[in-house]
Structure formats: C-alpha cells, structure tokens
C-alpha cells in the first residue's frame, strides 16, 4: 500500500483535539472521514503528535496508506475538496517509503505559543491567542526561560495525568519573540524538543507570565523545576494560545516541494 506523509494546518477551536472519538469532533476523524471518501477502508491515520482540545497546528504531520497509487498533489486537492467546511487544510503531501512512520521517525518537534498583552478583550485574536492585561517584562522572561534550557526532570511542568514513561526530557529551545502591537505587545514563545509532556509548553508558558508581570522573579522557574512538584507550577496557560509549528525527520519529506500533475 502506497505511503503518504501529510503536512496538517487546523484551527483547534471547534475539536476536541486530534484524536479520534466516538460522537464528538476531532481532527483526525474529521480527516479519516475526508480519506474515506476517496477510498473504502482507509486504515487509521498516524501522527507525530497528539494536541489537546483548542490547541492549532500550522506544521502537524501525519501519515496515511493508500489501496491507489496517487499523486501527492491530486490526494492533497481531493483531501482539501472533502475536509470542507471544516478548519482543516492539507498544506504539503508526499509519497514516502513504507518505514516512514509520522511520530516515530520525528527527531524533534516544535511548538509556538502566542500571548497577547493588552488592556482590551481580543477580538480578531479571540481564540487564537492567550489575552492577558498588563504590560509584560520580555527580559525578564527570557531570563528565566534559560534555566529550563537542556535535560532535566520536567515534572513540575508535566500534567498529572500524562502518561510518559518519564519525566525527563531535553529542551533544545526556548526562545521569547517580541511583536510591537498599536494597543500592546505580542509574546511569542518557541519551544523545540524531541518530545514534549502532557501540557509542558502550556505550564512552562503560564509560569514564565508571572516572571513577566513581577509575580515572580527569573530564579524562581529554576526553583520551581528543581522541586520536581507540580504544585510548584504557575499558572497552566490557556490551550488556545498554542500551535503545533513544525516536525523535524531524517529526510524532509516535504523538501522538494510539490507540483500540479
């Protein structure tokens, strides 16, 4: 059976998250349901990384085996056509070897949360990005962002209910981006590791927006993952702020792009 990878833009806001289930919308049975109309019995699709219900992906991959031999660009056009009018797109497609596996052949995956910083409700962002009120210290932030930077034991920012074997994990990236705003600021917060917790990049964010406000100074995030606690966790930030951005593999199936045929 043909191997397809798939590069996966969402808007979270109306699933209950990637994954499948019985009566309630997500996106991977909204796109099994799209496979199915282009084939019968499409076996279940894999992916590099679940998300949680509200969180959106720019950069999610996927991989799905076909009966028939298409190409990349007539299965991403026949996909999109189907996934309509649901906030699903289909951005790349490629044909891939049968060893290619979307979550285990990832060598790292990245993470981008938006956090917006001004008086006023978001309007055009509702839903798309964390509002909070109060002018934000980046510096600050960025400071105690370092201290998280490497491996460490992240079970202070690892959900209670996260079943990874362990809570050790290395993180390659952390980096703050500021975005001047007529009305305030934007923070963009990018994470880059090979695997992430259960809501790690949300309890990482939420904690690094009370050094931002003065609610805590830089040093107590080191505190904090050395406790290994998660009572000594922030505030876990809101999933709407958060994207799935990017999958790193071996040989970018994506690489040499794709044409019309």
């Given at each position: 059976?043909?191997?397809y990878a798939l590069k996966i833009e969402y808007n979270g806001q109306p699933f209950v998250g990637w994954q499948r289930q019985t009566d309630l919308p997500s996106v991977q049975g909204t796109i099994?349901?799209?496979?199915?109309?282009?084939?019968?019995?499409?076996?279940?699709?894999?992916?590099?990384?679940?998300?949680?219900?509200?969180?959106?992906?720019?950069?999610?991959?996927?991989?799905?085996?076909?009966?028939?031999?298409?190409?990349?660009?007539?299965?991403?056009?026949?996909?999109?056509?189907?996934?309509?009018?649901?906030?699903?797109?289909?951005?790349?497609?490629?044909?891939?070897?049968?060893?290619?596996?979307?979550?285990?052949?990832?060598?790292?995956?990245?993470?981008?949360?938006?956090?917006?910083?001004?008086?006023?409700?978001?309007?055009?962002?509702?839903?798309?990005?964390?509002?909070?009120?109060?002018?934000?210290?980046?510096?600050?932030?960025?400071?105690?962002?370092?201290?998280?930077?490497?491996?460490?034991?992240?079970?202070?920012?690892?959900?209670?209910?996260?079943?990874?074997?362990?809570?050790?994990?290395?993180?390659?990236?952390?980096?703050?981006?500021?975005?001047?705003?007529?009305?305030?600021?934007?923070?963009?917060?990018?994470?880059?590791?090979?695997?992430?917790?259960?809501?790690?990049?949300?309890?990482?964010?939420?904690?690094?927006?009370?050094?931002?406000?003065?609610?805590?100074?830089?040093?107590?995030?080191?505190?904090?993952?050395?406790?290994?606690?998660?009572?000594?966790?922030?505030?876990?930030?809101?999933?709407?702020?958060?994207?799935?951005?990017?999958?790193?593999?071996?040989?970018?199936?994506?690489?040499?792009?794709?044409?019309?045929?």
């Amino acid at each position: 059976m043909p191997r397809y990878a798939l590069k996966i833009e969402y808007n979270g806001q109306p699933f209950v998250g990637w994954q499948r289930q019985t009566d309630l919308p997500s996106v991977q049975g909204t796109i099994e349901a799209a496979l199915a109309r282009l084939e019968k019995d499409v076996p279940t699709i894999a992916t590099a990384g679940r998300t949680d219900t509200g969180v959106h992906a720019v950069g999610q991959v996927a991989h799905a085996d076909m009966q028939r031999n298409w190409t990349p660009f007539r299965l991403a056009e026949a996909l999109n056509h189907h996934l309509r009018p649901h906030p699903v797109a289909i951005t790349a497609c490629a044909q891939v070897t049968e060893d290619f596996h979307a979550r285990f052949s990832a060598q790292w995956r990245s993470y981008t949360y938006r956090l917006i910083s001004r008086r006023a409700p978001l309007i055009h962002d509702a839903g798309l990005a964390w509002g909070v009120r109060g002018k934000l210290d980046v510096a600050a932030m960025a400071e105690g962002a370092k201290h998280l930077l490497g491996q460490h034991d992240f079970t202070t920012f690892r959900a209670t209910q996260c079943q990874a074997n362990s809570p050790i994990k290395t993180l390659d990236e952390v980096r703050l981006e500021e975005i001047n705003l007529p009305a305030g600021q934007e923070i963009r917060f990018h994470l880059k590791a090979r695997s992430f917790l259960h809501n790690q990049v949300r309890s990482i964010v939420g904690s690094l927006e009370h050094v931002g406000s003065g609610a805590w100074e830089p040093d107590n995030i080191r505190r904090a993952l050395a406790a290994c606690d998660r009572a000594e966790c922030g505030t876990v930030a809101p999933p709407h702020g958060l994207y799935m951005t990017g999958v790193g593999y071996p040989d970018d199936p994506f690489a040499e792009g794709w044409k019309e045929a």
